[in-house]
């Protein structure tokens, strides 16, 4: 279970830094 949880909030984590990234370059594209 330790292993499962630390892979699900690495997905989590990844999910999250690419959805910041997105916005990020979105934002530079629009301005």
């Not at 690495?10 to 301005?31: A, D, P, Q, V, W």
Request: aromatic share 4%; net charge positive; glycine share 10%.
């Amino acid at each position: 279970m330790g292993t499962d949880g630390v892979s699900r909030l690495e997905n989590i984590c990844s999910n999250l830094g690419h959805s910041i990234t997105m916005r990020m370059i979105t934002k530079r594209n629009l301005f």
